[in-house]
């Protein structure tokens, strides 16, 4: 089955940029959408089709997708950014999603 | 405003089976895609099913065995059945709209519910 991998943890400064991958094989050719949760709540989509954004979510979130790394980028990095964050495709080889591996962002 | 809520036992004994309803406000549940997903404490998300409003479903292979999903557009409702649960199956609950097909994303999701296998 389709493997999505993720960094465990990424720390980052106020006001600078945390960067998370997602590593899956030829994932340039899939659209990757990301997802922001929260301790203890439900999660929310950030990112969607590798780099559009919902309404509501702020510029500062931002992706790109590429070979066999997808990106999501947090800019101007807050404090209510510190969450989890997840990736997530559509594996069309076997019919169902998958969610990567998951990323704790610690804003420091 | 469009609403999804999961409902049902917290508690499942093992060896039974796990059933859970998620109720569409706000929203035709005929417009959408609509899956489970769960995630084990602290642990990753993991997708168990989708289905559309004509009972058309998709389930994730490492459950689909023991998984069962429903809709009943009458009462603006899709379940799920998961039978024969071990500990193993202990999990918060979610219900998700698909934005768009059944290869999109989740654009709303439940709060979610804590279903705990114990005897």
């Known amino acids: 089955s389709y493997v999505l991998t993720q960094p465990p943890s990424v720390s980052v400064a106020p006001g600078q940029t945390a960067r998370i991958t997602c590593g899956g094989n030829?994932?340039?050719?899939?659209?990757v959408h990301w997802y922001q949760q929260r301790p203890g709540q439900a999660p929310v989509l950030v990112v969607y089709?590798?780099?559009a954004r919902p309404s509501g979510i702020p510029e500062r979130f931002s992706g790109s997708n590429s070979g066999n790394t997808a990106t999501l980028n947090i800019s101007r990095v807050e404090a209510g950014d510190e969450a989890d964050y997840y990736c997530?495709?559509?594996?069309?080889?076997?019919?169902?999603?998958?969610f990567g591996t998951g990323t704790k962002v610690t804003v420091l | 405003q469009v609403q999804l809520q999961e409902s049902g036992p917290g508690l499942v004994k093992p060896s039974e089976t796990l059933s859970l309803t998620c109720t569409v406000s706000?929203?035709?549940?005929?417009?959408?895609?609509w899956s489970w997903i769960r995630q084990p404490p602290g642990k990753v998300l993991e997708w168990i099913g989708y289905?559309?409003?004509?009972?058309?479903?998709n389930y994730n292979p490492s459950l689909k065995s023991r998984v069962t999903i429903s809709i009943d557009t009458s009462k603006k409702q899709f379940s799920l059945n998961l039978r024969s649960v071990t500990a193993s199956d202990t999990a918060v609950y979610y219900c998700?709209?698909?934005?768009?097909?059944?290869?999109?994303?989740?654009?709303?999701w439940g709060q979610g519910t804590l279903v705990a296998v114990s005897s």
């Open positions: 998700a709209r698909h934005t768009r097909g059944y290869s999109s994303n989740f654009d709303l």
């Open positions: 706000g929203y035709s549940i005929t417009n959408s895609y």
């Open positions: 289905i559309y409003s004509t009972g058309s479903t």
């Open positions: 030829n994932i340039g050719g899939k659209s």
């Open positions: 089709d590798d780099s």
């Open positions: 997530q495709v559509w594996d069309s080889s076997s019919d169902h999603q998958v």
